[in-house]
């Protein structure tokens, strides 16, 4: 399978590292974005074409390639998307690939039919991979409670920060919440907790902070069923250095394990041999979700008649 990256020389490198991982697969085209350095994510990739724009590689090699894969911030990744989607081939895009409802439905409606695949990268952490696995083979019973936190080291948009706690658990029960609730700390944006319901009593609560020491972030999360309970974190790769001034949080050891276990799932899906993980639909219920709980923070909104509507 012949497959064309856009994106920066850095996450050339990244993609190109785990190629050998990915059967029967290779990256045949590269397009530098955001700067790159258009040598150094040939090389990393170990591709045969480099194009100045996604709009010439379409024009000149679409017949070439079976599938798009591009990686950048959600402005220019929503324009590249777009001119990839030309081509009719499928297209992976993210790390986000949109940041509300309303953006990610003026995309799809200008995508010509495309087979576009938005890259909660994620979902494809081992330990969040587990946790599904476990749920889905029953072991765990009816989900009671999911307790999501997720630390920071600097305040973002907060948005993008909560999106994929969302997801996850929204993803783990199959469906949207019915009732949604939210708090934000008095310094606004660093810190919000939220509370998701769903049916049969099912309930969700997130902590999301940014007071994190310079270096990293990490979450943990807790699944407790009806029967059995899990639990997942990355704090083990996570050590806190203390200088004498300012502490540090450094990341070991992690590995591209969440990029693999994403590439791989889309390259089966291409290939027929496997369903999409996600599609624009999921990712549209999930900025639903997000977007309500930052309408109003305070308030009080439940699913009715097709929609949330504030109390």
Known sequence: MNLAFAGSA?????YGSITNRIEGANWSAFVPMDGA????GKEAL?????EDSI????????????AFVIHSASESLQEAAKSAGKAGKPILAGPLLASSHGALAALTSEMNGSALVP???????????????SLDAGKLGEIGLIRLHRWHSEASDMADRIIPAIDIATW????????????QGTSGKDYIQVHLQFEGDGMVVIDDTADLPDGGDYFSLTVIGGTGAAYADDHRNMNLVVDGVHPHA???GQGEAHLIGQLKAFVNHVRGEAAETLTTQDAADVLDVSD???GRVGSVAVWKDGSYEFE
Do not use: C, N, Y
Not at 59 to 65: A, F, N, R
Not at 172 to 183: A, E, M, W, Y
């Open 119 to 133: 890259a909660f990268t994620w979902r494809f952490i081992p330990a969040i991979q587990s946790l599904k696995a």
């Open 55 to 66: 709009d010439a590689l379409v024009e000149g090699h679409s017949k070439e390639l079976d």
């Open 37 to 40: 350095d258009a040598a150094k």
């Open 46 to 50: 170990g591709a045969f074409v480099v």
């Open 250 to 252: 450094i990341r070991t």
């Open 172 to 183: 783990f029960f199959g469906h949207r919440p019915t009732k949604i609730f939210s708090l």
């Open 292 to 294: 309500t709980v930052l």
């Open 10 to 14: 850095s996450e050339a490198v990244r």
